[in-house]
């Protein structure tokens, strides 16, 4: 227990940093003192910074999926995620403009897919689809939503973001709808 109470400690740290500094300007010493460890605590469970940025990413992702499972629509949750990021403004965007933008642009692509396939899944659940129909809109909203947050974010998330996702989002459950199979082949 203690382990998952240093780790977290280390995490928390590195995020309050983050609202300050990019990713390159934060050293590992800069961590453990704020937390008030010493290095050898710090590589006991992370290689570097960047290892460090990846728990962090997966950890906060993760964390939403599992909290946000219940939303009544796909549209009430993709928006409900967009201000989850929203609300961590200065921390993505130093991120963002430091790590690496392959890196996190591959993080944040899974990122989407898994809340995709989730939310998407669940919410067809009671429509009638065939499974490579679903999994073509899962991969078709996940690169669309993920296009749509690199530009918000290559745009200092100041556009409208939540407006112009609110927009796509209206059609998707049309799109499930018209995938729907049925007895009647008429189209």
């Known amino acids: ?92 965007l130093n991120m963002y403009h430091s790590y690496g933008k392959e890196e996190l642009e591959r993080f944040s692509w899974q990122a989407n897919y898994q809340y995709a396939k989730n939310v998407i899944t669940r919410y067809a659940q009671e429509r009638n689809i065939a499974q490579e129909d679903l999994d073509a809109v899962i991969h078709m909203y996940t690169d669309m939503l993920f296009g749509m947050l690199v530009n918000w974010v290559n745009n200092n998330m100041d556009t409208d973001y939540m407006r112009t996702l609110d927009i796509a989002l209206c059609a998707l459950p049309k799109l499930l709808d018209g995938l729907s199979t049925s007895t009647d082949e008429s189209v």
């Open 1 to 92: 227990m203690k382990q998952n109470r240093t780790r977290k400690a280390i995490a928390d740290a590195y995020l309050q940093l983050l609202n300050d500094y990019t990713i390159d300007r934060i050293t590992v010493k800069m961590i453990t003192d704020m937390v008030g460890c010493s290095r050898k605590t710090f590589y006991y469970y992370f290689t570097d910074v960047y290892d460090l940025t990846q728990y962090v990413c997966h950890q906060r992702m993760q964390a939403f999926i599992d909290d946000s499972a219940n939303f009544d629509t796909v549209r009430k949750g993709f928006l409900a995620l967009a201000e989850y990021l929203g609300s961590d403004r200065q921390v993505i």
